[in-house]
């Protein structure tokens, strides 16, 4: 199951970008989505997460500058990233993943997270 991000570029400090990513569904049921960011040399952390249901969670530092949100269109679910008054140490790699989960043919039971590429954020100072 592929995850299509896009969105990434460069901006200033105070300026705005909008990141979206797609999960194809397939024969998967899609259910939480979120975005991690990582910066070179360190681990990826979490940013924002939305449940299926539409409860968001967000690091701390990111609360009340960046908006998770999605679009559960009938075979794709959509989740975006609006982050606004961006600062230079929001400078990352972001990635997406979905969590799914179904079943295989036979009935045993599957759940497995997707990632998607990674897009490049760089705010200059």
């Known amino acids: 199951v592929q995850l299509q991000a896009s969105g990434g570029g460069l901006v200033r400090a105070g300026g705005s970008l909008r990141l979206s990513c797609a999960a194809s569904?397939?024969?998967?049921?899609?259910?939480?989505m979120g975005w991690h960011r990582q910066v070179s040399g360190n681990g990826r952390e979490l940013v924002a997460h939305?449940?299926?249901?539409?409860?968001?969670?967000?690091a701390d530092s990111v609360k009340g500058r960046f908006i998770i949100s999605r679009d559960n269109a009938k075979n794709t679910d959509t989740v975006y990233l609006q982050m606004n008054s961006l600062k230079p140490e929001d400078t990352a790699v972001y990635y997406c993943?979905?969590?799914?989960?179904?079943?295989?043919?036979?009935?045993?039971?599957?759940?497995?997270?997707?990632w998607g590429q990674g897009t490049q954020v760089t705010v200059s100072s």
């Open positions: 939305i449940t299926s249901g539409g409860v968001t969670n967000y």
């Open positions: 993943e979905a969590d799914f989960s179904g079943y295989y043919s036979d009935s045993t039971p599957v759940a497995f997270r997707s």
């Open positions: 569904r397939s024969i998967f049921r899609v259910n939480g």
